[in-house]
């Protein structure tokens, strides 16, 4: 069996969370703010992956209307025990919820809130007999605020009652690393007989590092490993930067592997992750009962991919994300048969629950095409990474108009445009060099087709719409927006290839 490819997930899905099911593998990410949240997908080698559900699909399993950016839906991990799936994530500003199905493809249950559970990044283990232990973050979000020099209570652990939802006792603080900054994304293994704590520490960004130590039982004592940090990027040139956040799982071959997120890095001093942060994996040896993981390599770009979505089906397509909504709350493929129709509701890119069906950007280089009707209204296509970082070209009211918006910088280009009808575009291309040095990690153009001429309204450096930048726990995402009205959208076509490394 050949190793999983990288990435794994492309696109942002971080925090991954893999548990094997006899044959079968079923991995978890984080979401935050989009819906439907918290995405499931299924492998039976580990190397392809598919898409079979979400935990959160209907209304009232998460709360998450006014979430701030990156908040929502952070770090779940998803276990199987007693014939059931758990998955217990933290919702910031709702909570520690425990989920559980029959069918990791759903329908998931709705969540219990974990009372007295205050931190971040729980994870689910049970001892031979069958006593559950809760272990997590202890980093004090529970008033969904985030902000710099927030208490953390170290690595915490409570037994609980999954069924019940409760918690049996009060936390005890556990070993917290080497003494990184943020210690987190706690896993715990039971392996050969003995006790494994696995946690990311240093921060999500560039000083990302999986850490693990071993006890005789759940609650410890844990020793440190002395090869710690197992797993990281920092201070290295390597493609994939961020690496941490890991989860491990043992292949039916025997071979272990490590999934954990990282960061595709572009530009001269590999600043910036148009994508965020992404699924990876690396196989993991074990050497005197410790982990050795194998660097996190990035595999030569798969080939270009394509698809065209003609809303054929009459619901709306699996693409469709929802910002802190459902986008079938204003959107639907019924009311014009082959079409996909958008209402306005007043909101516009620059609101926390804009009228937008989005998806996640996955590769490096893409286009996105959509022909657009815009006789009932004002609408087209959109690229974002959050309320106050995006672009977008819409047609309507006699014109056609770009604009991007990075705060408070605004740029808006307009030309008149008679025809209720056009064909936009939003695409990303090499970025553009400034005295013989490339300049960010693309460059996005946005305009639309004159019959088959692309016509540029707008360009900019794609730094601007980058996880860094953004100081955001996602990547980019595109998508459908309507501004005014109601728009129609006969079809989209999305075109995507990474760029090759030299
Ligand atoms: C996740 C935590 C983290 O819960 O970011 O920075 C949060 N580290 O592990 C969201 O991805």
């Known amino acids: 069996m050949t190793d999983p490819r990288n990435p794994v997930l492309a696109g942002f899905h971080p925090d991954p969370s893999v548990v094997r099911v006899g044959e079968a593998y079923y991995l978890a990410t984080s979401s935050f703010e989009y819906l439907p949240g918290i995405p499931i997908h299924r492998s039976t080698d580990l190397r392809t992956w598919e898409l079979i559900g979400h935990v959160a699909t209907r209304p009232g399993q998460l709360d998450l209307a006014d979430v701030w950016t990156g908040a929502g839906a952070w770090a779940p991990t998803l276990r199987h025990h007693d014939g059931r799936f758990w998955l217990v994530i933290t919702v910031v500003g709702q909570g520690c919820l425990l989920f559980s199905a029959t069918d990791a493809a759903g329908p998931w249950s709705d969540p219990v809130v974990l009372a007295g559970v205050e931190g971040i990044d729980p994870d689910l283990a049970w001892d031979e007999d069958g006593t559950c232990y809760l272990t997590y973050s202890g980093l004090m979000v529970a008033g969904g605020e985030f902000e710099h020099g927030m208490q953390h209570l170290g690595i915490q652990q409570v037994r609980i009652d999954p069924v019940a939802g409760v918690a049996l006792e009060e936390p005890r603080s556990l070993w917290s690393g080497t003494g990184g900054m943020f210690p987190e994304a706690p896993h715990l293994y039971r392996i050969d007989g003995r006790w494994y704590l696995m946690l990311a520490e ?37 493609p994939v930067q961020n690496t941490g956040h890991g989860d491990l799982v043992q292949r039916v071959d025997g071979r272990w592997f490590v999934f954990c997120l990282g960061v595709r890095t572009r530009s001269m001093t590999r600043a910036f992750s148009p994508m965020g942060r992404e699924t990876f994996a690396s196989p993991v040896t074990w050497v005197d009962g410790w982990p050795v993981m194998a660097p996190v390599r990035l595999d030569a770009p798969a080939p270009a991919e394509s698809w065209h979505e003609d809303f054929a089906d009459g619901e709306l397509p699996s693409w469709a994300l929802g910002i802190r909504r459902f986008a079938g709350e204003y959107a639907n493929c019924t009311e014009r048969p082959g079409w996909l129709v958008v209402a306005a509701d007043g909101s ?36 974002r990474i959050d309320e106050a970082q995006w672009t977008q070209v819409v047609v309507g009211q006699g014109s056609i108009r770009a604009r991007v918006q990075l705060h ?7 030309v008149p445009w008679p025809s209720d009808e056009a064909t936009l575009c939003i695409r990303t291309d090499d970025p553009y060099t400034e005295g013989g040095r490339p300049a960010g990690p693309d460059t996005i153009i946005v ?18 719409l980058s996880s860094e930048v953004g100081e955001s726990f996602v990547g980019r995402a595109f998508g459908v927006v309507a501004t005014a009205g109601r728009v129609a959208v006969d079809w989209l076509h999305y075109d995507g290839v990474d760029a090759p490394r030299t």
């Open 202 to 238: 240093g921060g999500t960004e560039r000083g990302h590092a999986i850490t693990i130590a071993r006890g005789p039982g759940p609650m410890g004592p844990f020793e440190g490993c002395p090869q710690n940090p197992v797993l990281t990027a920092r201070g290295t040139d390597r």
């Open 348 to 383: 516009s890119m620059a609101d926390l629950r804009p009228t937008c069906v989005a998806a996640r950007q996955r590769h490096e280089r893409m286009r996105v095409t959509a022909l657009v009707d815009a006789s009932q209204g004002v609408g087209g296509l959109v690229l």
């Open 408 to 414: 408070q910088v605004v740029q808006e280009v307009s």
């Open 447 to 464: 305009g639309y087709l004159d019959g088959d001429t692309e016509v540029p309204l707008l360009s900019f450096d794609g730094r601007y």
